[in-house]
């Protein structure tokens, strides 16, 4: 700690990289201190006013006052009163009711810290997800685009890592975004299914807003509406335990660990491209690829990319635990492991798509290489066409498939053997058996020949699910990621 008087020396600290290096500063405060205490003081307003409508002898006076003091937070009165009271929030409540004496008798009135500690949390990963969806969305446009300007380029495509059938790059970029469609559904799903823990008391019986309103059930159901309602959410759980059940947690961060799972393929298959020089990501002018190999250039935003979303897909196994052991209506070990897994996810998330966003803006195709690898396999998976072309000329498929067999091996020597080009054409070229089709052959072999239905593919899909699915988001498609990111 510094000396009295001093300034406190930020670097000789450890500061975490997702909010010192990373993550946009949007959601650095979605999961900070301010956000978190100023949504605490909102709900300790909105219950007073849902309370004071409802009848409690609470004043216009107390509520104004309050409403003057929501963001006035002395974070150094609420450290020492938390020191002293060792209770986050009953060292809020004091805090608040120092600069709001009047009224300061009916803050937190029939309320549990959970009131303000469950309710926040749920509010903030709602803004988290709020932050999310459109940065998913930009990502998923960006890539549409990609998909849409090569949705006719030929490539060689793999199965197993080993030549398989051509397709298009665009078509491959699809993989790419169906996967991203369904996180969008599945983030979107989780946002809307989250409800408000509402006022429910201790242990979720309500039984202290039944005694404030001395007995009267209806007026404590509309409580717990008119709050959540205020909160901006349209549903309350109906039943809780002190706290929401943490199995919310679960499907909340679920779903970021499968976005995770779907930027880590889509970045992997990025990676796998550049060595391949066909695909490379963004790469400045002045960039360093490596320190000791000049003529580098690393992928080194998909392999962050990678990197965190394995850090993201392993933050699902915190809540799945932390829900097994919370026992009967709540125990505190859950709540630490919450305050690290739950920022951490959206702030890793928030990371991911940023990059994302940034490699997709600026994706550089070596449509020469793709040619020159086509080149290389095609002639192989033409020797079917070539065998049917043989037979509309009058061969037999039996002889053909011999001299076929026989001119393949040869070829596929002097690749493997010898280090040379595929030379199989030629040979089929400088047999007289094959003169019939000699001047097919150019035909025969046209890539776009082999892609079947990939363009087609590529239209359909954009135009009818994807495009659709960007529309609520539209107003928020602009703003490019900086390159030097």
């Not at 290096?21 to 300790?44: C, D, I, P, Q, V």
């Not at 709602?126 to 549409?144: M, Q, T, Y």
């Not at 940023?354 to 997709?360: F, R």
């Not at 150019?442 to 659709?468: C, H, I, M």
Request: glycine share 6%.
């Amino acid at each position: 700690m510094a000396a009295p008087g001093e300034e406190e020396d930020v670097m000789a600290r450890y500061r975490s990289p997702l909010v010192s290096r990373y993550a946009s500063a949007e959601m650095g405060y979605n999961f900070s201190e301010r956000k978190k205490f100023g949504t605490w003081r909102r709900l300790w307003l909105y219950l007073a006013q849902a309370e004071k409508s409802l009848g409690l002898p609470i004043t216009d006076e107390q509520i104004q006052e309050m409403e003057a003091n929501l963001d006035n937070i002395d974070f150094k009165m609420a450290a020492e009163e938390e020191k002293k009271l060792r209770h986050d929030v009953m060292a809020h409540v004091h805090t608040f009711a120092h600069c709001c004496p009047k009224a300061a008798a009916i803050i937190h009135l029939g309320a549990t810290s959970c009131y303000v500690g469950d309710n926040t949390d749920l509010i903030v990963l709602r803004d988290g997800f709020n932050l999310l969806l459109p940065k998913l969305a930009r990502v998923i446009s960006r890539l549409a685009d990609f998909a849409e300007k090569y949705a006719d380029m030929p490539a060689l495509g793999f199965t197993h890592y080993q030549p398989a059938q051509l397709t298009t790059v665009g078509k491959r970029c699809c993989l790419w975004i169906q996967d991203l469609c369904m996180d969008l559904q599945s983030l979107e799903r989780a946002r809307d299914d989250l409800r408000f823990r509402g006022v429910k008391g201790t242990t979720g019986t309500q039984a202290s807003f039944l005694q404030l309103f001395e007995g009267d059930h209806s007026k404590v159901e509309e409580l717990d509406r008119l709050v959540t309602a205020k909160a901006g959410f349209k549903r309350a759980y109906m039943v809780t335990g002190q706290t929401y059940s943490r199995k919310v947690d679960i499907g909340v961060l679920s779903v970021l660990a499968s976005l995770g799972a779907s930027i880590h393929k889509i970045c992997t298959d990025i990676r796998l491209l550049a060595n391949l020089k066909e695909i490379e990501e963004p790469f400045e002018k002045d960039q360093i690829g490596s320190s000791a190999m000049p003529y580098k250039r690393n992928p080194m935003r998909s392999e962050r990319c990678c990197s965190l979303a394995r850090h993201l897909m392993t933050l699902v196994m915190d809540p799945l635990q932390t829900a097994s052991v919370q026992w009967f209506e709540r125990t505190l070990d859950d709540s630490a492991n919450r305050r690290v897994c739950l920022a951490e996810a959206f702030l890793t998330a928030d990371i991911i798509l940023s990059t994302l966003q940034n490699i997709s803006e600026g994706l550089v195709v070596y449509p020469k290489v793709i040619e020159r690898r086509i080149r290389q396999e095609l002639p192989f998976m033409a020797t079917e066409n070539i065998i049917m072309a043989m037979v509309k000329a009058g061969g037999n498929r039996q002889d053909c498939h011999e001299k076929i067999r026989v001119l393949s091996q040869q070829a596929a020597a002097v690749v493997k053997q010898e280090g040379g080009d595929n030379d199989f054409i030629a040979r089929v070229r400088a047999d007289p058996y094959f003169s019939p089709i000699h001047k097919q052959l150019e035909s025969l072999l046209d890539p776009s020949s082999f892609t079947g239905r990939a363009p087609q593919q590529v239209a359909k899909f954009l135009k009818e699910e994807v495009r659709p699915a960007l529309i609520p988001y539209q107003s928020k498609m602009g703003g490019k990621i900086d390159l030097a990111l």
